[in-house]
């Protein structure tokens, strides 16, 4: 079983990565800032709660990232994908796997 220690770190490293590849797309001009902070802002909230471990966070923040999720779909699979697109939706993918699994490991730390 995966340590809460090791769990904490691929959690915020699978956050900042999905941050990052994002921030690109506002580099090269393909989204505003102001669209890029629409986007981060619920994905803030929600991380404040996660690091607090509260359960009810990780269940509803499934189903923000199953939007993330559709919305990034969309861009993948429309006419062209584009390359950061296609890692958002690789990071999208990977964080929810991690966060439906983050209850159960926070139940196996106590």
Known sequence: ????????????????SLFVSKF?????????ILMYIFWALPLLIFYIFLSKFVIRAYQWFCFLLIIYFLSCSLR?????AYWLDIIELFLICS????????PRIINNMN
């Open 1 to 16: 079983m995966i340590s809460i220690a090791n769990y904490r770190l691929l959690t915020n490293l699978l956050f900042i």
């Open 24 to 32: 690109i797309n506002v580099i090269q001009q393909r989204i505003d």
């Open 76 to 80: 993948v699979f429309g006419t062209t």
């Open 95 to 102: 964080l929810f796997i991690n966060i439906m699994y983050g």
